[in-house]
């Protein structure tokens, strides 16, 4: 079965363009994670759905940043306008919440390979 | 918002050797899981302890876990080169008897672990 997806694999943009990076999460899954991860922030969690709503984007730095997750198969990040401190790479990651034993939901989580954004 | 700080930051040992890195955090938990990162990879699950259980094995790899103390160490036996990598814990807080979905991930920033061969 293929992993998560994610495109495009390296984005390079100037400040002030739009960014939207895709998310295909592993089929059967219903639960799906963005995480961006810097070097001085480390792995920072965005924003997350189960079912496609969205739970709590609590981690979403500005206004500038959007998700969106129209069905089970795709999920969206966009950026706009983008900055140069928005530069990282961005992960997608998703998980099957209803898959437990007993009342334990283990919750792990499979990444994809991340989009590596550069914003000049 | 980090709730794990990994250390060491930084681990170089020889081939053959045992690693420890170790993690603590800050909030209640439900499960700690710990992932590693190869350089420009994404994360690979390793192994999860629940917050009930005090060590766990896999393969090469045992975890414990420290309620008490808000920490979890990994250790990895006989290193190998292929074990060279980012090792990241991981939190989460929800507790799903009532089946709500899943919680998002708190990472700690990680141990970066060499192996020399």
């Known amino acids: 079965d293929a992993g998560v997806i994610q495109s495009p694999r390296h984005e390079v943009t100037e400040m002030g363009q739009e960014v939207t990076l895709r998310c295909k999460p592993i089929?059967?899954?219903?639960?799906l994670f963005w995480y961006r991860q810097t070097m001085m922030r480390g792995l920072e969690l965005l924003i997350y759905?189960?079912?496609?709503?969205?739970?709590?984007d609590s981690g979403m730095p500005e206004d500038r940043f959007s998700a969106k997750m129209p069905n089970a198969s795709f999920s969206t990040l966009k950026i706009q306008p983008s900055e140069p401190r928005d530069s990282a790479v961005y992960f997608c990651?998703?998980?099957?919440?209803?898959?437990?034993?007993?009342?334990?939901?283990?919750?792990?989580?499979?990444f994809g390979p991340g989009t590596r954004l550069t914003v000049l | 918002s980090q709730q794990g700080e990994e250390d060491p930051q930084a681990l170089s040992i020889q081939e053959g050797e045992n690693a420890t890195m170790n993690c603590s955090y800050k909030?209640?938990?439900?499960?700690l899981q710990w992932y590693r990162q190869n350089s420009g990879r994404g994360l690979v699950h390793l192994i999860l302890?629940?917050?009930?259980?005090r060590e766990k094995h896999s393969g090469r790899l045992r975890v414990t876990l420290d309620t008490s103390k808000k920490s979890s160490s990994l250790l990895i036996t006989a290193s190998r080169a292929a074990d060279t990598a980012s090792y990241f814990c991981?939190?989460?807080?929800?507790?799903?008897?009532?089946?709500?979905?899943?919680?998002?991930?708190?990472f700690g920033k990680g141990t970066h672990l060499i192996i020399q061969p």
């Open positions: 990651a998703s998980t099957d919440w209803t898959s437990r034993e007993g009342d334990t939901f283990y919750n792990e989580q499979f």
């Open positions: 089929s059967g899954h219903n639960s």
């Open positions: 759905f189960n079912n496609n709503v969205p739970i709590d």
């Open positions: 909030t209640s938990i439900n499960n």
């Open positions: 302890i629940r917050s009930n259980e």
């Open positions: 991981a939190t989460d807080s929800t507790f799903m008897y009532s089946g709500g979905g899943a919680d998002g991930l708190t």
